[in-house]
């Protein structure tokens, strides 16, 4: 039975995907420090969570089957310290997270002593100004085709009827996700990671996550990058765009690799002088409000926070113009467009160099496949024959050959 | 207090009761009832439980208490909102219980206001459940006539059958257990086709059973309002396939079954199961959590031996097209019936056969999936599950 585990539930848009990074290369050398993060692939918690929550993911899920099981399994049958990491947890209901803290040997009320799995929950967390842009702009990475301002109007829906609604705030509204996975922890053994303003130290988040999660003391290999895929204003217009005319025609597999990775993450994350998405001006009295009211229920429950709640209230509104990415600067757009179109031009005569390369492997393996099936005297015959008609004599031999056959070459 | 009086509801719906939460006594102890968990179930589990006692006494029958528990304790599939709180209980647990602050996450609802959908996310869950069981259950061996029966005959010609999956599917299988085995040297392609409504609904049905996803009105939106046929109802395209495969010479479109039959020498050809379109949509459903507890590759043959024929012959007519559609689907009619034509493929029966149907006077609008009509089938399967093979069939809803 695994002592410790270190369940990390969200938020998306957190450095979640960093941490993880550094987790799942560092894995080999975490387990030497008695630390397990068990993963056999880059995405092995997100499919686990997608199983425990039996979330169908663009047909990702078929590969989730059994992976809670599994993963769980394996946590228990490490005896020190076990991390779990995916943000998508966050909309875990109750009886899912009963059901993973139960399969991860958690007893009723974090009771420890008879060997009762010690498991601490972390939730890392960033200020609502910068979240909500910045889940419709996952959501258009996702296929989505509604509007900045529609989704305003989902996410406002007191019902949260709509299923984008319900999502946004299932990961997004912390003391509701600390209910449903903190209510049967002591507040000690839940941990909030504040993400800290923009501006700052740009490792400062790492450093909380490494402090929270104690892996300042541990070896590890900090080699990676720090991504930054954000999209501005005019850019997540285009692929809103794009969305609407030809995301219906895309499937997933092709979607994924293309527009996301593709344009939006390669080509189109690097136009960073563009206007930034924000949240509109007069969304900022009900944020600001909704922030009082989180921070004071937060601070009430008295969990350990990493960084600083006064995090949580982000920037004030900025002072110039706001650019509404449902009417961009149409000039920014095209040449965004342009660029998208550089990119899946590069990408098409790579493809297209590539699909040649093969087709002369293919046709090479195709004539070796012919010479193999073909039976040794043929092919001494045609050793002889190509032999001959590289001489003067060999020509002769050949025509007088031929025509005691009554055969002409060709 | 209200806690009290909430857990008494949810022992009376175990007990069978169908009376409404807001018609629950709220004076006095009557109403009141000692807690059967940590957690109240959330207001859809509940929902759904009074819905299943109210079909069950409609038929006269009560819900097994086994059968009422799964229903409390199932989760909801799929995204949108988690387990919902019932509206006018105090939510504050015991006193230094941290969570169920009960000022956050979704706001409390009346079980009664929530839509059809909203249960067919529980219900789809408990069935997907209940198919998965089956998966666990091995295939009976074939008896020795059936063995018998299967053996390909050597006289019978090379042949194969292509064309409109759902039903290719199902002719297939009946001919494999004539003894009409498909496959040979240089066979015949037989392209099995219809008028464009029917392929299409096949279409989907085929792709319900195999991968779920978009609804009956997401799945003609996609393709009429792209202008493009789905790939397994473009007849034209498959023809050209398996030209391609197997020789132009050698295919040969089929628009009379009866025609094939006496053409293979059987006495006629096997037919997939006949469901509505409320049916489909319930297998289009229970197909996405089932995704998730079985591996995809199994996920057709297990709801095909299950829900495909439980619910055979139920769930209303097949979908049929809005009239906004009418003109596309006429043109591409007219495309595929021009194509096929042009390519000279030999033909069993009339070319015109591909065209639309006339509408019949009877028919007074379009017909697609209704939620209502979708949760009553699923009721049915979660009062009588299909965890056993060749149990109880139930009888459709009037």
């Not at chain 1, 209910?179 to 993400?195: I, M, S």
């Not at chain 1, 219906?248 to 002088?273: F, G, I, M, N």
């Not at chain 2, 998730?292 to 057709?300: A, I, K, N």
Request: charged letters at 25%; proline letters at 8%; hydrophobic letters at 40%.
């Amino acid at each position: 039975m695994s002592r410790r585990v270190l369940l990390h539930v969200g938020t998306p848009k957190t450095g979640t995907s960093y941490l993880q990074d550094v987790l799942y290369k560092n894995r080999g050398r975490l387990l030497k420090q008695d630390v397990s993060y068990p993963a056999d692939r880059f995405d092995a918690h997100f499919l686990a969570a997608l199983d425990l929550m039996r979330l169908r993911w663009g047909g990702l899920e078929a590969q989730a089957v059994g992976a809670w099981d599994k993963l769980s399994a394996e946590v228990r049958a490490h005896e020190g310290t076990s991390i779990i990491s995916h943000e998508i947890l966050a909309s875990a209901s109750r009886s899912q997270v009963a059901r993973a803290l139960a399969s991860l040997g958690h007893r009723p009320g974090g009771d420890t002593s008879d060997g009762g799995t010690e498991v601490h929950l972390f939730l890392s967390v960033r200020d609502l100004v910068r979240q909500i842009p910045a889940e419709w702009q996952e959501n258009v990475k996702h296929r989505a085709r509604f509007g900045y301002g529609r989704f305003l109007e989902l996410i406002h829906d007191p019902e949260r009827a709509h299923r984008v609604g319900a999502w946004f705030w299932g990961v997004q509204e912390i003391p509701d996700i600390l209910d449903r996975w903190g209510a049967d922890l002591p507040p000690e053994r839940v941990h909030l990671v504040t993400v800290p303003p923009s501006g700052g130290s740009p490792d400062l988040l790492w450093e909380r996550f490494s402090a929270a999660f104690e892996l300042g003391e541990l070896d590890l290999k900090l080699t990676t990058q720090r991504a930054n895929p954000s999209l501005g204003v005019p850019e997540s217009a285009l692929i809103r765009r794009i969305n609407r005319v030809a995301a219906r025609d895309l499937p997933p597999q092709h979607y994924r690799p293309l527009v996301r990775e593709l344009l939006a993450h390669r080509t189109l994350s690097k136009r960073t002088k563009s206007a930034r998405l924000g949240l509109p001006p007069d969304q900022y009295p009900w944020v600001n409000e909704l922030t009082e009211s989180w921070i004071a229920e937060l601070s009430r429950r008295g969990y350990d926070v990493v960084g600083d709640l006064a995090d949580l209230r982000g920037a004030p509104a900025p002072t110039g113009k706001w650019v509404d990415p449902d009417h961009p600067p149409e000039r920014q757009v095209a040449a965004a467009a342009v660029d998208a179109i550089k990119a899946l031009l590069l990408d098409n005569a790579e493809a297209h160099a590539e699909n040649e390369r093969l087709r002369r492997k293919l046709e090479v393996a195709r004539r070796e496949l012919v010479r193999a099936r073909t039976p040794r005297l043929m092919r001494s015959m045609e050793w002889t024959v190509h032999k001959l008609e590289h001489s003067g004599k060999g020509r002769q031999a050949l025509e007088v050959y031929r025509k005691a056959r009554n055969r002409t070459p060709g | 207090m209200s806690r009290r009086r909430a857990w008494g509801w949810v022992a009376a719906l175990r007990a069978g009761s169908t009376t409404p939460w807001l018609e629950w006594p709220a004076d006095g102890t009557a109403g009141e009832g000692e807690a059967l968990g940590d957690e109240l179930p959330g207001a859809q589990q509940l929902a759904l439980l009074r819905r299943l006692n109210l079909y069950a006494a409609a038929a006269g029958r009560t819900v097994p208490a086994a059968i009422a528990d799964r229903v409390l304790g199932a989760g909801v599939s799929g995204r949108g909102r988690s387990e919902l709180a019932l509206v006018g209980v105090d939510e504050p647990g015991p006193a230094g219980q941290l969570g169920a602050s009960g000022q956050f996450g979704p706001r409390p609802v009346d079980p009664d206001a929530l839509t059809d959908d909203e249960l067919l996310r529980v219900a789809s869950a408990l069935v997907a459940d209940d198919v998965a069981v089956a998966a666990a259950v091995p295939d009976p061996e074939p008896g020795l006539l059936e063995r018998v029966r299967s053996v390909r005959r050597p006289w019978v010609r090379s042949f194969v059958v292509v064309g409109m999956p759902w039903r290719a599917d199902a002719v297939r299988a009946d001919l494999t257990a004539r003894g009409h085995r498909p496959g040979g040297r240089r066979p015949t392609a037989y392209l099995l086709a219809d008028d464009l409504e029917t392929v299409l609904v096949q279409a989907w049905a085929a792709r319900c059973f195999d991968q779920g996803g978009a609804t009956w009105r997401g799945f003609v939106r996609a393709n009429a309002g792209a202008g493009n046929l789905p790939p397994r109802a473009d007849v034209a395209r498959m023809a050209r396939s398996a030209a391609y495969k197997y020789g132009v010479e050698r295919v040969r479109v089929v628009l009379d079954d009866q025609l094939l039959a006496e053409e293979l020498g059987v006495p006629r050809l096997g037919a997939p199961p006949r469901l509505g379109a409320h049916a489909v949509d319930l297998v289009r459903r229970v197909g996405e959590p089932l995704g998730l507890l079985v591996p995809s590759e199994d996920r057709p043959r297990l709801l095909r031996e299950t829900l495909g024929e439980r619910l055979e012959g139920l769930g209303g007519p097949p979908p049929s097209l809005p009239p906004r559609w009418d003109g596309w689907l006429r043109t591409q009619a007219e495309r595929t019936r021009h194509d096929l034509a042009a390519a000279r493929y030999p033909v069993l029966g009339d070319l015109d056969q591909l065209l639309p149907r006339p509408l019949g006077s009877e028919q007074s609008g379009p017909v697609v999936p209704v939620d209502a009509e979708v949760l009553a089938l699923a009721l049915g399967l979660l009062l009588d599950p299909v965890t056993t093979r060749g149990s109880a069939k139930p009888k459709e809803e009037a």
